[in-house]
């Protein structure tokens, strides 16, 4: 099983420039979200999705935009990189039916640098 | 809003040592909490998870406890390993989603 897949996983940017993080899973999981981690701290909760045409904000959105279109997929997007947005980011999934434990399968993570 | 403190932030022991990790957490209304482990420059892989009605879990040399009331829980690791070494991060839940709140971690190095 591939489980939650992330790409790139390594990505340089310019002040200004966009770009998407890909995360894609495997497990048919309806809960999928999006974290950062920035040195020497925990994870911080960017976006999260509950379904297909679902989102919602966490505790750091700005600058950040999501969509969720299928129940596989649920990209990121930076619209104009700022380099307080250079950070590890990470994807991940839960099942969301009965007996749901809230238990999270995490991607690999992209390690993003923006100039 | 909950918050989640991880003590200590670092810690070194030599092997063979059992350990106690802390984590507290200021608001009790928690759906679960989840102990991850985060080898350098790689994700997180769950370790443990305890439901908000349960006292405890058990999984190897892993024992995670967790008192809702006073906002804390334990990770004990029994004879600890060089291969223990990394990062600890622990996690509260608030619904069965994916809305987590981290800890800062603890940063473990077991010396042979």
């Known amino acids: 099983n591939a489980g939650v897949t992330q790409t790139p996983k390594f990505q340089v940017l310019k002040t200004g420039q966009s770009m998407t993080l890909q995360c894609a899973q495997d497990m048919n999981h309806e809960y999928m979200s999006w974290y950062r981690q920035d040195p020497g701290m925990g994870l911080r909760l960017i976006h999260y999705s509950v379904g297909a045409g679902i989102t919602d904000q966490g505790e750091v959105p700005n600058g950040y935009n999501v969509s969720r279109s299928t129940t596989e997929d649920f990209p990121l997007r930076l619209l104009s990189a700022a380099p307080s947005q250079t950070s590890v980011y990470f994807c991940?999934?839960?099942?969301?039916?009965?007996?749901?434990?809230?238990?999270?399968?995490f991607g690999e993570g992209s390690r993003l640098t923006v100039l | 809003k909950q918050e989640v403190t991880q003590i200590p932030a670092a810690l070194s022991v030599p092997e063979g040592e059992n350990l106690v990790l802390n984590c507290s957490f200021t608001d009790s209304a928690i759906y679960n909490l989840q102990w991850f482990r985060q080898d350098p420059g790689k994700g997180l892989t769950s370790l443990l998870l305890i439901q908000s009605s349960q006292r405890e879990q058990t999984s190897g040399r892993l024992n995670a406890s967790l008192d809702k009331s006073s906002g804390r829980s334990t990770l004990y690791i029994a004879a600890s390993q060089p291969g223990d070494s990394a990062t600890y991060l622990c996690a509260v839940g608030l619904w069965a989603g994916n809305m987590l709140t981290f800890g800062g971690g603890t940063r473990l190095m077991v010396k042979p």
């Open positions: 991940a999934s839960s099942y969301s039916g009965r007996g749901n434990t809230g238990e999270l399968f």
